[in-house]
């Protein structure tokens, strides 16, 4: 099972983007996104790995971390198979490369998960 992250790129100050992760691989059809915890990560350059939000597996329960809370969502294209990072009011703070990444091994599982597979993240840049 491989994550694919796509959407990413350069957007100014207050503007919006939208991320999206999708599988591939043989194992893709064997795991549904729609069934398992899915987050969503963050990394800056020269700062540790930040989780910003979770869509669990069950009930599509969401949670976010304070610095992104009100800003961002996660929501599901369930035809798609595809989970969505929804980011608005980017701040120059929010630049990072952005990564998602499932937890396979419980299925409907909570949030957080115990994320086993990850993306090669996409970049989002915020310019002043």
């Known amino acids: 099972l491989r994550l694919v992250e796509s959407g990413g790129g350069l957007v100014k100050l207050g503007g919006s983007l939208t991320l999206s992760c999708g599988t591939s691989?043989?194992?893709?059809?064997?795991?549904?996104?729609?069934?398992?915890?899915v987050g969503w990560f963050r990394q800056a350059p020269g700062k540790g790995r930040e989780e910003v939000g979770c869509?669990?597996?069950?009930?599509?329960?969401?949670t976010y971390a304070k610095s992104v809370e009100g800003r961002f969502a996660i929501s599901r294209n369930k035809a798609k198979n595809t989970v969505l990072l929804h980011m608005s009011d980017l701040k120059p703070e929010d630049t990072a490369v952005y990564y998602c990444?499932?937890?396979?091994?419980?299925?409907?599982?909570?949030?957080?998960?115990?994320?086993?597979?990850w993306g090669q993240g996409t970049q989002v840049t915020v310019s002043a």
């Open positions: 869509i669990a597996g069950s009930h599509d329960v969401m």
């Open positions: 990444a499932v937890d396979i091994q419980l299925i409907y599982g909570a949030c957080p998960g115990n994320y086993g597979e």
């Open positions: 691989g043989v194992a893709a059809k064997h795991y549904p996104l729609k069934n398992y915890a």
